[in-house]
């Protein structure tokens, strides 16, 4: 059975920093593509970075691009990602997705944690 | 940036209706589609995949088609899991942009 468990969400202040933790089970991660998409309270969802199964190629939405850093590290099935200059826009809650990287080179989101909330306000 | 536009933003609906959702993409995206539902409380989870592929275990009342920049999801017959928001997304591009979603309520 896939799981996914994110950690890591917390208040912070705006110009704040956050690593945000998921621990996936229950299928070969280092084979496949992992995920951060969010969602703000009451909206709609925004992917927001994808990284490669072996870690090489990372992928960012221009809204957190230079301000966040995705990682894994295949030998504890982990995948993070590093917040860094936290404004309010980037309040929502984090899901952690298993990716499917699709026959168009881009990504499907097969399967999503219950997610973890980051709140960033003084 | 390819913006993905779904109509209606809101649908009400009783148990046993047809059910469509309609996702608009502002330039061709082939066949790369994605449909999701989210139910309250809880994360999205993929339905469907290349504008009509169901995933494995999701029930036959979801189907989905389309090419290009107009697509839809229909459900054949509502039942109580289906009250929930559904989510388009496009995978031709970068930005992998979902829709604004579609919340189907109960009548």
């Known amino acids: 059975e896939v799981q996914l468990l994110e950690s890591g969400g917390n208040l912070v202040q705006p110009g704040g920093s956050l690593r945000l933790s998921c621990a996936a089970s229950?299928?070969?991660?280092?084979?496949?593509?992992m995920t951060w998409v969010r969602q703000a309270p009451g909206k709609g969802l925004e992917w927001v970075s994808s990284i490669s199964g072996s870690g090489g190629n990372t992928y960012y939405a221009d809204s957190v691009k230079g301000r966040f850093t995705i990682s894994r590290d295949n030998s504890k099935n982990t995948v993070s990602m590093h917040l860094n200059s936290l404004r309010a826009e980037d309040t929502a809650r984090y899901f952690c997705?298993?990716?499917?990287?699709?026959?168009?080179?881009?990504?499907?989101?097969?399967?999503w944690g219950q997610g973890t909330l980051v709140a960033v306000s003084s | 940036d390819i913006q993905m536009t779904q109509s209606p933003s809101t649908l009400s609906a009783s148990i046993g209706d047809r059910v469509t959702i309609t996702c608009r993409a502002s330039?061709?995206?082939?066949?790369?589609l994605a449909w999701y539902r989210q139910t309250p409380g809880q994360p999205p989870k993929l339905l469907i995949y290349?504008?009509?592929v169901l995933v494995s275990g999701v029930p036959s009342r979801f189907s989905g088609s389309g090419f290009g920049t107009e697509f839809t999801l229909t459900i054949s017959s509502l039942q109580p899991d289906d009250f929930a928001t559904y989510y388009c997304?496009?995978?031709?591009?970068?930005?992998?942009?979902f829709g604004q979603g579609t919340k189907v309520e109960i009548k």
């Open positions: 229950g299928f070969s991660f280092d084979s496949h593509v």
């Open positions: 997705a298993k990716t499917y990287a699709s026959g168009s080179g881009w990504f499907v989101f097969d399967f």
């Open positions: 997304q496009q995978y031709t591009s970068y930005s992998h942009t």
């Open positions: 330039q061709s995206i082939s066949y790369w």
């Open positions: 290349k504008a009509s």
